[in-house]
Structure formats: C-alpha cells, structure tokens
C-alpha cells in the first residue's frame, strides 16, 4: 500500500509550510501509511476533511495524538509548535454557517504557528455589525473574508481595510448560490479592487494564501 | 405587413401602463405599422432599444413626433403626460457604466407620468459615497438599484432601506461577469430579504414593476 | 458560542420586518442560542427551513413555545399578532408540488400580521383553473405567484392582473427543470412586463418583497 | 472541388422528404457544386440559411433559377411542385421577432407541397390574441409554436388544442433568455403534455417533424 | 386537504388523453385526494414516478385497485380499455439501461390503449443489431428512441426510417454526461432532420407525443 | 428478461477487444443474462463499476468464478489469458484519490493481456516525484496520465514524454473541481500538444484507447 | 521584441514533432522574430490559424517562403520533407463544414511526413456514404473522425473500425450545438469504446496525437 | 455630466493605491470629467482598457499629458513617481499572447512606484524554459502568474516558488478554454497550495493583490 503514496515531505523546506493530508477520498489503510511515515520522521501533520467516521476507524494508538475539531473536520496529528506572539491575521465571516470553513482556516493557521483573531457573523444584511469592527480590521495585515450566498462581504470589507484580502467563498445557500459558485463568481468580479480568491469552501487554501504573504514580510 | 403586428392596446385598461414597443429585432416597415396604428387612435407610445441608425431609418414626419434620448436608447413618440407632483421613486447606480439602464428606467416611468431621482456611481468599494445618500433613500417607497460585476450594491441598500427594492442587474464588467450572470445571481442570492429582481439590464422591466407597486398603492 | 452569532435586532425597526432565522446549516447549540436571546428580549422570531429532527433536538421548554408547519418547515417561536382585517396579498401555485414554498410565504407574512390567500394547483396546462379566479385576483394589491417547470403562469398571471406579482420559482421537475433553473430564467425573461423574481423555492424572500410594498403602501 | 460534397439525394426515397442545403459555412463554390449536380438530376433543392451575399455572389444563371425569402433567408432552386389543397399546418408565434423563424418553416413545407396558416403576434401577455384563435386552431392536426424569451406560448397552446405540437424556441430576447435557450429548456419542461422540441432557432427541422407527421397519416 | 388538489379532469375531452399523476413530490394524503375524486367518477388514472414506499403507503383498497410496474414505477388504477389491434408505435432503446423509460412510455400508451413494440439494447457501438430491425421500423409511423450518453441512436434512426421520431434522452451514463444533458442536446442537434425531442427520462411525454400523432391521424 | 439484453459478441472480432458490462444500472437478473450467455459461450467477460453490494447479490455459482477488486469495483468471469511479456502501458496519478480510476484502466488492459506499470501520487505540486521517472516514462509507447482538480501532470508529462499520451480526468476535488469538469477542460486546452482524452473517471475508456494503438501498432 | 519568445526548439528532439505557432494572438512583429529564429537555425515552421490579413502583414521576404492553405488557415514556412510512402491515418468528415479543421490535420500530418486519406461528408443522416467505405477504413491504423452537431459520427465508426480512434468536435451548428460544446460532450460520452478526444476545432492537435501513436508504432 | 461621476479620491488614503478608471463603457464626455477632477487636484491617474480609439478622442491637451501602452491600453495621466529602488514583484506568463495582460499588472504596479521583472513565455509544454528562472524566482515576495488555457503554469511555479503566487487566468485559447474559464478553474482548483487567483484577464487586479501585500510588508 506504501506505494500508493508519494508524500511532498521537502515541501515544508521548498515552500514555508507543510503538505497537508486531505483526508477526504483516502482509505483508512492510506491514512495510517501517512500516519506512520509523519511519526517515524517525528514530525506533525494537518489532516483536513477528515470525517467523524474516518476518524474512529483509525487505530487508537494514532486516535491518542490527534487533535480533532469537530467544526471545521481538521486533525492535527503530533505536537504543535508554539504560536507566534503577534496576530496578523483577521477572519471575518458573513454568517454562522460560513464558521467551519473560517475554522479550517484558523487552524491551518495555527498549524503553522499563527494566531488569528475570528469575527462571526456580520454580514452586509446588518452592515452596523461589520462597521463596528473596521478600525480594528484596518490595523491586520491580512483578512479573510469567508462569505456565502452573494459575497457581498469582501467587497465591502475590501473597499475599507487596506490589508491583503483573502476571499473564500462558501457554499452557504440555495438555488442560484449553487453551491458557492455566485459567491465565487461575485469575488473574483468585485468592485473592490485586490480581492485574492480561493476554491469554494477552502478555508485551508486561504491559510496558506496568508502564510505565503506572511512568509514573504519576514 | 400589417398582419405580422397584433398589438395590446387594452393592456393600459387591463395592467395600468401600455405595452412598449421592443425596437430591436423589428424591421422599419414593422415599426412604422405601429407607430401609424398609434397615431390613428391618437396615443403615445414608448420604444426602447431603439438604436440610432433604427431611429434614423424612420420617416421624417414619424421623426418629428419622437423624444429620443441616446443614452438609453429610448424613444418617446407622441405627447408627455405631465409628471405626478411628488416623487416616488430612486434609481441609484453603482457605476457610470449602469447609467444607460438606469436611464431606460427612469424614461419608462417618466412616460407614465412619474418622475424620479437618480443617484449616480456610488458602488461599495467606496461606502462613504452611499451612506452619504442613505437617510434620503430611507423616504421612497420604491428604490431601483442598478449594479453590475458583483452588484453588491442591492444587498448593502436592502439591508439600510424600508422601501421596495428592485434590483436590476447590469451587464458591465468582463470575465466572470459573464454579461450580467454573476451581477444576476447575486441580487437573487442576497443576504437582504425582500429583494425583487429583474432581467439583466431591464431598465424598463424595473419601471414596470415600481409602476405596478405605486398603482397598488393608489 | 455566543459569540458565533451577532443577531440584528435592530432589522424591525431598520426595515419594518425583523430578521428571520435559516434554521438550515445551524447547529442546535446555535439555535439555542437565538432563541435564548429573543426570549430574554421578550420578542417572537420566525425560523425558516426548520427539518423535523432538528425541530426534535430542541429543547422541551422552547418546543413547548413553538408553532410548527411541517409542509412549509417553518416554525414560530413566541406569540403572534393579531393579523390585518384586510387580506392584502393572494398567492397562486401552478401545482400541488409548490405548496410547500407558498405556505413558506404566507406563514412569513402571518408571522408579520398580513393574512393571505391561496390558490392552488391551476397551472396553466388547464387553463380553466386559472380564468376561474382572475376577477378575484385582480382585487389584490400583491400577487405572489409560485410555479417550478417551465413557469409559465407568472407571465399569464401577469399579462392579466395589475397588482405587484411576486414570481417565486420553484425547483419542482425534473431533467432540465434543472432544479428550478429553468423556471427561474423563464421568469426573469417573462414576456408580462414588471414580474418581480426572487430566488428559487425563496417563499420567505417573496413574503418580504410583498412586506415592503405594503409597508410601502401605508 | 466535387468530392468535398457527398449529397444524400436518396433521402427523399428513403424518408419522404429531400435533404435541404444548410448554406451557412458553404463556399460559393461548394454551393455551385452542389446546384449543378441537382441540375443535372432536374430536381429541385431548398436552401436554409443563405445569406444575400451569399445569394448575390452565386453566378447569374443560378440566381435566376432561385425563389428568394429575404426574411427567413432560404430559397428555392427549381420548379415548386402544386401544394396540397387541405391545410394541415398552423404556424403561431410570440412575438413579430419570431417571424423569420416561421417563415423558414412555412418554406420549408411550401417546397414539399404542404400549405400552411401562419398566426402571428399573439404571445400571452396579451392573452386574448390567441383565445381568439384557439378554435380554429383545434381543427389543425399539426401546430408549431414559435416563441423565444420564456415561451410560455407552447405551454397554453398545448393545454388547449390536442393536435401533434411542435415548439420551435427562439434566439429573441436578452440577458437570460440566453440566445434561445430559457426558451428550448421551458418548452421542454412545459406543464403541458407532449409538446415536440425541436433546436433553437430551426424552422426548417420543426417542418421535417411536420412532415413526418403527416407522411404517416397517409 | 382536496383544496390542494384542483384536477384536469376535462383534459381528456379537450386534448384526447387523459392528465397523469406525477406521484412524486405529493404526498400520501394528496395521492388518496386525486384517487378518491377519480374513483367517484368511475374513471381510470395513470400515475407515474411513483416509488415503490409511496405505493406501500397508500390504503389497501386503493392498492388492491393498481397495477403496478416496478421497472417504470407507473401505476394504473381502475380498469384498462382493450388495445387497439393494430400496433403502431415501435419504442427502440440504444441500452438496457434504458428500458425504464421506455416502459414508462408503453405504459402510458397501453393506458390510452395503444399497443407498442419494444426493441431493446440495439446501441450503435454494434450496428448490427439496429440495421437487423431497420425494414420492421420502417413500418411503423411513430417510433419512439429511447437513449442516453451520446445519444447517436436518434441519429442514425431519424436518418434510415421515415415515420415520426421522437426521441427520449436519459440520464443513463456518467461524467459529460451529465445526467443526460449531452444526449439531450444531441438529440436536438441532431445531423438527422425532423427529430422531436422531449426533456431527459421524460417516457410519459413521448408516449403523449405519439398519443397526439396518432389521434391527429385518425 | 433475456430480449432486454442484446450482447455484442462479435465486438472481439470486430475491434479486437470484447464489449465489457458496466454493471451500473442494470439489475441482478440482467447481470444473471449476461453471464449465463458468457458462460455458455465459454468466454471470459470484464464487468465494470460493480458495486460490492451487486457482486454480493449474484448466484454463488457465478460469484465462484469472479476475481473481483474492490478498489476499482471491476470483476473478471472466467478465464484470464495470460499476458503479453512486454510491458507496454505505463499508468501514472496525480494523488492518491485518482488510484482507483488507474485501476480500471490496468485490469481493463490485463484483461486484455496487457500488463502496465502504475506510478502513484506524483502530483506536479511536488515536481520532484516526477522528474524521477520521467526518464523512465520516455520508453513507454503508451502513458495514461489518471489527474482531478486541475489536471496539470496530463500538461507537464506531454511536455516532457513522447508516446501516446492518454488523459483520463477524474472527479477528486471540490468547488470549481466540479466532479472532473475542470480536470476535463484543462486536459483538452492542454498547452502540451497531442493530448488523447477520454470522459471523466473513465478508465475503461483510456484502457482501449491504449488497446486500440497497442493493436495497430501490431 | 525578441525576450517575448522563447521557442520550444528542443521539442522536435524531446517529442518527435516540433512546435507551431498558434499565429492568433501574435502580433506581425512576434511573428517575424520567430520566423527569423527558424531561418537562422534553417528549419522549417509550421502555422496554424494564420488570418489571411496576418499573412499578408508579413514582409515579403518571408511570404516567398510561406506555402499557404486558405481553407485551413495553416502555413508551411520552408521546405517540406518527402513524405512517407505509406499512408497510415485517415479522416473522415460528417459534412462539408468540417473539412477546415480535417485540412488543418492533414497539413500538420504531412508537415510531419504522414500522407493522409480525406473522406468528406459522411454524416450518419445518410449512412449508407459510411458504410460505402467502411471495409477501407477498417485498413488504417488510425482515423481522425471530424464531426459537429451531434457528432454522431465518431461512436458509429469506433463501433465498426479497429484502429486508435481520435474525435474531433467541431463548431459546426448552431443553438445546442453551442459552438462545438455538444459535439464536444458527445464524442467523451460516446457508446463506442475507446474514442480519443481533442478540443473543439483541434485539427492541430489530432494530428499530433496520431503522431505521438505512429512514432510510437515506429 | 459631473454627477454621473463620484470619484473616489479618499481611496488612496483609505487602501494604500488610488482608484483607477476603468475606461471601458465610459463616454469621452465622462473620461474628461474624471481627467479634469484630477488635474484640479494636482493628482496623476491611471486608466485601463482604454482602446486606441477612446484615446484618439480625448482634447489634445489630456492626450498631451498621458503616457499611454498600446499593448496593455493602459495610460498614465499626469507625473509618474520614482519606483522603488528593489524590485519585489516578479511576472510570468505561459504564452506570448499572454503578455497584455501581464504588462496591465506591471503597469499598475510602476503607477503605485513598484518596479517589476517580466519573465515571458515559459509555460510548461516546454518545461526546461521554466525550470532555467527558478531559483531566480524563489528569491520574490511577491510572485505574478499569468496563463490561459488550462493553466498549469500557476500549479507548478506554486509548487516550486514559496513567495505569495497571485494567479491570473487569461482568455488565450478557444473552444473549452472558454474565454477564460478553464483557466481560472484549474487556478482555482489548483494542487499547489495557497494560489490566490483573481478575475480573467485582470492585471490590474492582480498588481492590486500585490500592492497590498507589499504595503503590509511596510
């Protein structure tokens, strides 16, 4: 079965951060191969989309050192290094549906070592609840915005905060939302100029967005 | 000729405003049946997209009888009604590019006797430019919201505005604007409730249906 | 968990309806939450999309305050208004399959204290079901109109009657019904001028549009 | 040059009616080819969708042999054979934009000597139009509906006449209407039963299915 | 509940067949609705789409009047009409799978009592097997085709028998597909002239095609 | 049940492979055909997508004689010959997910007699992992290249590698992934020339493209 | 100008047939810095979709050196090696339409060596021009099926011909045809096993994929 | 004229760069307004999209103080500052008809005073053009990658290069590269993490993505 994987172990030396396991559409046999290859190096994984069910049917001794969170599906296998000191990431979503994709986000993030702030639920429908928040925002060198539906959000977000803006639109909705592609499309068209877009629902990709660009200012 | 037009005059009895004539698609013999057939009973009729050479192409005597405005590509033929005192409509456009729409509208209603304020290029990635606008627009019973690529634009006015709301979505903008789709999709996917929308750049569909609202209204 | 939700009470007055809640997507702790903070307000909230087993997993104390419409999966938390003398709004289905979105409407608009009349089943393929009743629905200042497949009744509906319809399509049909799209864009490219749309199966959505001409209307 | 071309002039044998040339995408010479070897047989050919300059860049011997449509853009090559007395065709359309379309069918038959009514202009946002007509139509055996934007046309239609219908969509109308195909995807989706679909647009093969029809009756 | 139901029981007068019931999307309360109405006036109903729980759930003296097909999942209830004697539809279908829908449609033929011929699994990935049946098809003046994928069996059928096509795609098959999407846009694109399309799996409206054909034909 | 089913034996003469039974959507009974006709022509059969649940409902008698795999969900009835000594098909996937798609196309080949080599999980995300068998893969004649998501390996590989290159896309990945449909179009607007694709997920396809060429190669 | 190209001259080395210029989207400079590129080294180029005002924008010099085909838009800059004495790939087009695109292939084949069969205008609406040459094409190793519409054409010559099978869909049609998408889909959905498919309009990269298969075959 | 134009000069201050024109769709009576706000305000101006045509017809005065790049139709207004004296934004491009678009980014880039290195035409059908600036490019904060087609270009520098990769899908290509779409789908969809992707063909955007970044760098 090892074969059947090639893991990108010099990724994290390549590209800052490590290849995450995206556990979805992997046996359990896959997954302990991984499991074992990370602990016989003595390093820490992050598994994304990794399933109540997937998780139990893994073998007790590899379930003692993970860190699961139910929200967002994500796993962290191994130790987690401490976090940086400084927050330099903020994450805003537009409604309470959109938080287990902010989550996956989050932690990547601190995966990685960075600590991020989340701010739930302030979708442009009440636009008081996003302006009570702005200076706060203003003062974060990277904000992701996850928002469903019409992904107003990031382009309101965009127009009033200066940082790096990492949209992830979600697949929160019905009908004409179809599954987060109206969110994407309403990013990626925004009136508001630099908006960088993510996958539908890809709360780890825009970790790694801002890991880059955190990378990068040193 | 005569026999390829079968025209809805009782449809001022039966809706409340007359059927106009969409010039695009019809040939100048087809036009000119139907300007003769309204000049025989002596009414006025309203032609949209009616494009300059297609005005140009009409006989001089029908000429001098049309309003025509370049902008919107619409045409007045025969007299005004004078305009209802008090104002009970908004257009407000996110872009100078929806301005030909919004126009289209406001002919629309003007035609049936109803003036109406625009407020002009006040799209979200610049707030500052609609809040400045917004305790005005809380006073119309009926604000058309006119916005293109993203069209955020609805969403941020519907969640500040008590009045009607009807969205029509523009085609402006390239790539995943995908000629008004996107725009379209976000007004039917807004996170505010109680957002009535239209076809992409129907300017006169969105004076139809504030004339069918203020008629209810009596 | 708290802090997942920022709640915008503030909507009632901002709008004339408050904001309702998508039960959809939202965990039982979440709903709790909601509920827990509109009673200590002592106010009445309408949850929408509301399954029968996530109905079961509340609490007995807020079950016990609960009315709950299975077909429409609506439920109100709290007491009622007493509703309008005046029934203002008639709703028309085109088949016994969009039921479940018209009585989403007209549960909304209860909730709100606007009673409503529905009119099923007379799609257009009959079209004796329909002439039957236009007399009667051209009374009605709101006509909401909900029809899946190819939608044709809002543009005979709106060819024949005055007031402010509604179209909501439905994802009723099958193959390039295309889960309501089809009905959707049959709607938007409606011949009857003035047919106001809103997203697919979004009962909800048309009940507000009707809310805000009536608020409108005074 | 000849071999580029290898015409099915069986057909007429084989299924009763005689391959039309599709002269949209054919050379000038392609179309000679074509021309000569059908004079050289002595029968006659219809050609669809000929552009007039691609009429007027055939040679003059040719163009004098050809009875030309400007609207519906084909012609016919030869003699006409005497159409038959009893008409068996009506042909109805939405609007006075759908007309070219028609046309195509009503030559289409004309050419196999089937004569045809064409009733024009009598879409249902003016409903009464076609009532006027609905008794007459229920004595045809084959009608085709012509109609773009929504199409809700075929859908009355279909309810209320019980001859072989047959809805030919349209490329009339913007934005969604999306060239013809909110058109195709509502005709097909009809709540009507048994409405034949034919391509966008395709006069010419809603006519083959006519044919067919009325081969079969004998 | 029978306010939810308005029945076209003059359809059967005013079209020549009967309306169906589309089991699915009603519920149990809603199906005993329309029995009991039909029951009372001594008729006999087609349903179609329905399951086989849906069919459990209904009382046994309504079970004890059906019959019942699973593979199409129709049912009729009440008595059938002895067959015309003369078979005049052939129903061909490119793959085993397939055969559900074509049996939904000689089902609703046999209701309406008319026999049909059912020639299975001819694709023409093995021509063979379709050219060995051609000269009985020819005979036939309605021959419905049955196919999904591709859908190339339309094709190549409408090009070598003359009577009336109609053609069903479905949603066999996977990947483009696309729940039958491509064989239905093949089917209206198809090189063959005078092919009538229906939407995917839509066996019930082909049959009520040919119904119309055949009564059209005396 | 035996006429529902018309198996194209002389498929093996006419093409040189064997028509194989995709076991998706046909019931036990038609399988049971199937095979009792293989059976009593002595010959081997493959049976594509047959679910473990499908296999497990077969007589004992035939399920003795199948060699089943679960990953691929492929089953071989009877007798394998055995396979060429040369080696002639190199496999190669982009991650793990796309394994089982590569599986079908391998047992579809050996089928055949012809083996192939699998390499795995050598996405271009890690471009390491295939730089170290690109010197390898230049002696295949042919290379069947299993990638979703994107589908950049298909690109890099042609870029890079001389023999017939076959892309199979499949359905891994999320959002814009769309079940294959952007692997799919990235695989046909491949910047790297001469490109062979076949459908999503169809690594039976893939497998008699390779038999095709293998077999004209002599 | 010069640092905008950086040709892929090693490619003839590394795949066995040298890159060409997709001459749309070059301007006549970059043109002209790649033609003096190869006449420096004294290869020959070969030029796909060269617009005849593209042509004649080039200096002189070069268009003494440029052999030009009109119809397939291609040109040959330098000399032509003699071809290969066996012809080894055939192309087959289902109408007159489709013979640019078969041009561009044959052109690049003899580009490359290969001498080709052209057999035009085959379509499966008259299926016996097929059949007429059926045993011939059983003969060729590979076949180049060139269709639109429906493409119907290339599932009836993979399930009668042995040799690789490659489709190319063309643009040909028109509404569904939607620019060679269906065409497209019909080609991967095919019911024939083992179609290799390229882009639409890709007669450029059929050939190569033939290349890739006749070197490869040695 | 002035009121259909809301510019907003806060931006700079608010975001860090300044709203550029977006010339497209805007009259030359519009142009001069925005032109003639700015030389009241002593402040330079960027315009994109603005084509040869729109420029010929602004005043001579206006043309005199622009700098303008036929490839990219952008045009500076007024004084350009001093760039920055490193150079932190690389730019990459698949293929030379990607290049305006690159130019669009590295345009906007200079008007805000950054520098930037243009590596062109390195896509990866030629993988050695790439793999020779690798190093080169590991050394970049910020990394810009502009290709069309199926846009592998984005996945593999992602894989390689750990700077912020800011992917720009392009138009290049026809058929399923769609305008664009498969191109920003692969991007999207890509295996290389943390791929920030904005609209098609928007290098403005993209050069926006950078300059927030590079701001937030301080």
Chains 1, 2, 3, 4, 5, 6, 7, 8 share one sequence.
């Not at 191994?78 to 287990?100: K, N, W």
């Not at 877009?197 to 790694?208: F, P």
């Amino acid at each position: 079965m090892s074969s059947d994987v090639t893991f990108d172990f010099p990724r994290a030396q390549r590209l800052g951060f490590s290849e995450a396991v995206l556990a979805a559409g992997k046996s359990t046999a896959q997954l302990c191969t991984i499991l074992e290859l990370a602990a016989g190096r003595g390093i820490s994984l992050l598994l994304t989309r990794l399933a109540d069910d997937a998780l139990a049917a893994l073998p007790a001794q590899y379930r003692a050192q993970i860190d699961y969170d139910t929200l967002s599906r994500t796993a962290v296998f191994g130790d987690l290094a401490t976090p940086a000191s400084e927050m330099r990431v903020a994450l805003v979503t537009a409604g309470t549906s959109d938080l287990a994709v902010a989550r996956e986000a989050s932690r990547t993030l601190r995966f990685h070592g960075q600590a991020s702030l989340e701010i739930a639920d302030v979708g442009v429908a009440g636009l008081w609840r996003l302006m009570a928040r702005v200076e706060e925002l203003r003062s974060y060198p990277v904000v992701i915005v996850v928002a469903g539906m019409d992904a107003a959000l990031p382009s309101v977000v965009g127009g009033l905060v200066p940082g790096l803006i990492v949209a992830v639109p979600t697949s929160t909705g019905y009908g004409v939302a179809a599954g987060g592609t109206t969110a994407l499309h309403a990013a990626l068209a925004s009136c508001a100029p630099g908006i960088a877009v993510v996958n539908i629902d890809n709360g780890y990709g825009a970790a790694c967005v801002a890991l880059r660009a955190l990378n990068a200012m040193g």
